[in-house]
């Protein structure tokens, strides 16, 4: 059984997509900590009712963002994970974190990579036009959002939709496709090996595997 840390900063209702997915067997997997920079963020609760460990660091005690992932990469790694996993932590990560995890940590993103980068990834999609989007899971580098992905979910955008309703059909994806990663993770199928995503010892293109 592979050990999980995650990291959130609100709901983490992808944390307990996983966690979830772990109680079935569809994760060969155990969330051995859920750590939050926010006191606030409800999944903390969530994760706490499981018996899961969680731990508070907060970014606002440190001077600096590379003194708050010096502690961060400490807290994490007293728990001896074998992955890292980024389920809405609102937080960039510094150069030197995030090679030190290299390989063993994923991100999701809410928007199909490399469109739309950063924050607000359905209203800019809204904006712009588009008449689908999409959820992306993706190895973390040193590059914002830029990491190799590894899998993705189209949704369609319909004429007249809201920023809500569209944020609805990428969750739903979200809580689909992001335990699938990560079991593949766990069962060492899932491999970063220079640079490039391997699953079952096959490279994945450029955009990983793509999903309807």
Known sequence: MKRIVVLISGTGSNMQAIQ?????????????????????AKGLEK???KGIDTEVLSHKEFDSREAYDAELKSLIDSYQPDLVVLA??????????????EGRMFNIHPSLLPKYKGVNTHQRALDA??????VSVHFVTEELDGGPVVLQAKVPIFEGDTVEE????????EHRIY?????WFCQERLKLQGGR????????????????
């Open 20 to 40: 979830q997915a772990c109680e079935d067997e569809k994760v060969t997997g155990e969330i051995v900590a859920v750590i939050s920079n926010k006191a606030s």
């Open 47 to 49: 994760a706490a009712a």
């Open 88 to 101: 809405g932590f609102m937080r960039i990560l510094t150069g030197e974190f995030t090679r030190h995890y």
């Open 129 to 134: 036009g588009d008449t689908e989007h999409g």
């Open 166 to 173: 569209v944020q609805a059909r990428v969750h739903e994806q």
């Open 179 to 183: 335990p699938l990663v990560v079991n």
């Open 197 to 212: 995503v391997t699953l079952d010892g096959e490279v994945l293109g450029a955009q990983g595997y793509a999903t309807e």
